[in-house]
């Protein structure tokens, strides 16, 4: 789905309406039928900037591997390469409920984990709101303006070619349609989410010491399409290099 259509998923009218906040709306329908999809990135103002005023990193820059970076929440454009395929790479979670630690599957996903460990190191997820939250499918962050709506300032293209099938504790891309994933990601948190289609970029899996804190989430989320019946909050979000 574009940003100013109104295209629906599974229903009828604006997608971007059903709950009123633009990012990442869940068609409603059976558990078969879950679809994610997405409607514009307003984060990124029209003066470059983003929306607490953070200058954008340069379009040739990549943060410091050891998190001396200063936050940067507005970007001019993707990063370069960034990681090196040589090493492993692992994302501490630490949440306001719980730390997760995801190992990032660069094999499958290299783009996808290159823009999500440079973000990390420009702390740009730490002390962000995960916004959206659905019992037995998914929690969704990575935006740091808490509406949905929120994204890095650029996007860049699905890496679907080595998928392989979702589980409980999978990290995924939220997007706007393919092609268009920017900082929103989600974790599956139940067996709804683990049967969606394979259209989001899966780039990180929860250790399994972990996916007790995946179910503490799971049960702090809406039964319906919301946010979290209590807040789920990113307080640091930190990359482990090997």
Avoid: W
């Avoid at 029209?46 to 998190?67: F, M, N």
């Avoid at 989600?186 to 709804?192: H, K, P, Q, V």
């Avoid at 919301?226 to 482990?240: N, T």
């Amino acid at each position: 789905m574009g940003r100013d259509d109104d295209e629906t998923v599974g229903g009828s009218g604006s997608m971007c309406d059903v709950i009123r906040t633009p990012r990442l709306i869940l068609a409603l329908g059976t558990a078969a039928a879950l679809t994610l999809a997405a409607c514009g990135d307003d984060s990124t103002a029209s003066d470059g900037t983003g929306a607490g005023g953070d200058t954008p990193a340069a379009a040739d820059g990549c943060a410091a591997a050891d998190g001396s970076a200063t936050k940067v929440t507005a970007f001019a454009a993707a990063p370069p390469t960034c990681i090196d395929e040589a090493k492993t790479y692992v994302a501490t979670i630490e949440t306001n409920n719980g730390t997760l630690h995801v190992e990032l599957r660069d094999d499958i996903a290299p783009n996808t984990v290159n823009s999500f460990v440079n973000l990390a190191r420009y702390h740009y997820f730490d002390g962000t709101t995960c916004h959206r939250a659905i019992r037995n499918f998914v929690v969704q962050c990575g935006d740091p303006t808490a509406t949905g709506s929120g994204g890095p300032g650029y996007e860049f293209a699905d890496e679907l070619d080595k998928i392989e099938p979702y589980q409980i504790g999978s990290v995924a891309m939220a997007n706007a349609g393919p092609n268009t994933n920017g900082s929103q990601f989600f974790i599956i948190t139940g067996d709804d989410g683990a049967s969606l289609p394979p259209n989001y970029t899966l780039f990180g899996q929860v250790i399994a010491d972990d996916l007790g804190v995946v179910t503490t989430l799971d049960g702090l989320a809406n039964t319906a399409d919301g946010p979290p019946l209590q807040p789920i909050d990113i307080v640091k979000v930190s990359i482990d290099e090997k």
